[in-house]
Nanobody, 117 residues
Framework: QVQLSESGGGLVQPGGSLSLSCAAS????????MGWYRQAPGKEREMVAT???????NYVDSVKGRFTISRESGWDTVYLQMNNLKPEDTAVYYC???????????WGQGTQVTVSS
């Protein structure tokens, strides 16, 4: 059983910053990378950022230049530094673990990020 435990969500004003973290634990199988998705009310879940074991990163266009994904050297913890947050970043953010074929194999429980004045 694999658990992905997220932390760091909360309420922040527009232009502010938040940092999310996610630690994987349990019987972790071989995996290709980790990442973050988000889902806003009434919208589909979307990929926000991905980092592979080779440290290749990918971001949705709307967060490029504002968000940074990183991982600890032990590979089982992933972070998302979010700067210059906008109201449209408001969503539940989910940590993910990617299987070797690139598909999402595990999801965290989600953490709420609210950007509002």
């Amino acid at each position: 059983q694999v658990q992905l435990s997220e932390s760091g969500g909360g309420l922040v004003q527009p232009g502010g910053s938040l940092s999310l973290s996610c630690a994987a634990s349990g019987s972790i199988p071989a995996f290709n990378g980790m990442g973050w998705y988000r889902q806003a009310p009434g919208k589909e879940r979307e990929m926000v950022a991905t980092i592979t074991n080779g440290r290749w990163t990918n971001y949705v266009d709307s967060v490029k230049g504002r968000f940074t994904i990183s991982r600890e050297s032990g590979w089982d913890t992933v972070y998302l530094q979010m700067n210059n947050l906008k109201p449209e970043d408001t969503a539940v953010y989910y940590c993910t673990l990617y299987a070797l074929d690139g598909t999402v194999s595990y999801w965290g429980q989600g953490t709420q990020v609210t950007v509002s004045s």
